[in-house]
């Protein structure tokens, strides 16, 4: 071999050293890079330091993102300490389910992959609640009554923690958030900005549990419940796509798709004046398909932990207009109970309300459909959660509503299932007045029923504006936009805390007639019975 042949082939060696050195270096750097970088695992958008995660008996589920194959690991740490089996991170995505952990803290939720790792700080266990709607959820604890002294208390409550989400729209139902707008925050931080009624609702939650409560705020002001709604929930009601702002489920896919992982012990809602005009005649399927739909959504979302049946409350609508004669928002206030003029009931089980129609805000510097007293609503609100969420037995939540009602020539007894506050009212109460055995509607001759006699548990109204060749023929009771000035409609429980809701009846269905006194006794024990059923 000559020596030119030899430095050739010596060549080659080192050429193929230096090439396999380079290849070497390349791996090492990509190694590096890879247990360096903080972005090869984390959590969701949701996750933060200072939030609170769903207590025992429920177990909360945590997720982010990670390298695809990688295998993630959860270590919990603080008053108990967990160690989850690994999961592996397919398409791009983990998930892990903690065993149940009592209500505390704080905890430290670490996620590891090989070096690489993550850790969520201060984080407490407890109750999570999601609050949704329109404007009046969205409403600010800084524009509520006596708005200074809510801060001031704020800080006393560090247990109560906040988030809220980003307004955001989607044409399909996304995996997570666009974006946070506030992320979890202990108070007083933030809560000048956070829902009034979602923070109230907590707060007082918390004075009577003791222990952490979160609250999620997603709500986006003048939005029907189409947009909040899936399409699969859209399609129960034969509620059609539509176009523009008020796109059919572009909130649902953006602000409430992404959290169906969390594990939430319920829900509250305030929504439904932007109905009033829109697709009004199908809410009282729409508002419970909704319902319905959540529910299934978030029990499947998080592996069976949040409940099937989740307790939902909302508010049912306050005021607007003053002296309107337009039945809308009289029409969603009886959609919202699914037409039956009270919740929980066999349509809606598992809910909650609060009746807001006491409360109008003639002088809000927002507009007069956006009262300012929520302390009032929130605490409607809690009431009906301890009674039906927390199955606490002798906590007053539901407003007087009719047991029996018996019609005659002259008169309208109303009987009611608990003992009432009566205060005189002139046109509150309005009776049908008909000659024909039909039902009564909007456009039927209504005249008032002024309150003539009381008893503790009764009401008498007098029927004498009805003419002699007419019968009562319905009865409703504040059925108007504004039917009474602040706290002073005419029906309250006996403690005056909870008003009456509204209700409308009517005597003769178009399937059959009866004599009055028959059917209004009739359908006063059918309420009472559902009453009972679901109690």
């Known amino acids: 071999m000559t020596l030119s042949d030899r430095v050739f082939q010596l060549s080659v060696k080192v050429g193929c050293l230096l090439v396999m050195a380079m290849i070497l270096c390349v791996a090492l750097i990509l190694v590096a890079s890879i247990h360096d970088c ?3 695992v984390r959590f969701a958008s949701y996750y933060g330091d200072h939030m609170v995660l769903q207590k025992s008996p429920e177990r909360a ?36 389910t903690l065993d149940p952990v009592e209500a505390g803290g704080p905890y430290n939720v670490t996620a590891t992959v090989q070096n690489n790792k993550t850790t969520l700080t201060d984080v407490l266990f407890g109750d999570i609640w999601l609050c949704g709607g329109q404007s009046n959820m969205w409403f600010k604890t800084s524009e509520i009554f006596n708005a200074s002294e809510e801060l ?10 906040t988030f809220m989400a980003s307004l ?16 979890w925050s202990v108070p007083p931080a933030n809560v000048s900005e956070f829902s009034a009624v979602c923070w109230l609702f907590g707060r007082y939650l918390y004075k009577t549990l003791q222990y952490p409560i979160g609250l999620v705020e997603s709500c986006w002001g003048g939005t029907p419940v189409e947009a909040w709604s899936s399409s699969t929930a859209l399609q129960q009601c034969e509620v059609h796509q539509t176009n523009g702002p008020k796109n059919n489920s572009v909130l649902w896919n953006a602000m409430i798709h992404p959290l169906i992982k969390m594990t939430i012990k319920g829900a509250i809602w305030y929504q439904g004046e932007s109905n009033a005009d829109y697709h009004q005649e199908k809410y009282s399927c729409s508002f419970p398909a909704m319902i319905d739909d959540w529910r299934m959504a978030f029990h499947l979302g998080s592996g069976g932990q949040t409940a099937h049946n989740f307790p939902f409350g909302f508010v049912q609508l306050s005021t607007n207009e003053k002296g309107s004669t337009s039945d809308a928002f009289p029409n969603i206030r009886w959609h919202q109970t699914a037409d039956t003029g009270f919740v929980p009931n066999a349509r809606m089980q598992k809910t909650f309300m609060a009746v807001a129609l006491d409360l109008p805000d003639e002088t809000s510097p927002l507009g007069t459909i956006h009262p300012r007293d929520k302390q009032d609503v929130a605490h409607r609100l809690t009431l009906g959660a301890r009674a039906v969420a927390y199955n606490e037995k002798d906590v007053s939540f539901l407003g007087p509503f009719p047991y029996t009602i018996m019609a005659t020539e002259m008169y309208v007894d109303v009987t009611y299932d608990q003992k009432v506050s009566v205060t005189p009212s002139n046109d509150t109460f309005e009776i049908c007045c008909s000659e024909t055995k039909n039902p009564c509607g909007p456009t039927s001759r209504w005249v008032p029923a002024p309150i003539v006699q009381q008893g503790p548990t009764s009401v008498q109204l007098s029927a004498h504006l009805c003419a002699l060749t007419e019968e009562v023929a319905a009865l409703r009771y504040a059925w108007r936009d504004w039917p009474c000035d602040f706290k002073a409609c005419p029906i309250y429980s006996s403690s005056r805390i909870l008003p009456a809701p509204p209700f409308t009846i009517n005597l003769y269905s178009a399937k059959e007639n009866r004599d009055a006194k028959l059917a209004f006794l009739f359908l006063g024990q059918m309420c009472s019975q559902i009453y009972q059923i679901v109690q």
Do not use: M
């Open 38 to 40: 903080d972005c090869n």
């Open 61 to 96: 589920v945590l997720w982010g993102y990670g390298p695809e194959g990688a295998l993630v690991t959860l270590y919990l740490s603080g008053p108990v300490k967990q160690k989850t089996s690994p999961v592996t991170v397919t398409k791009g995505i983990w998930q892990v």
């Open 152 to 161: 001031d208390l704020a800080a006393k409550f560090p247990h109560v923690r």
């Open 168 to 183: 955001e729209l989607s044409e399909t139902e996304l995996t997570d958030l666009i974006k946070v707008e506030l992320p």
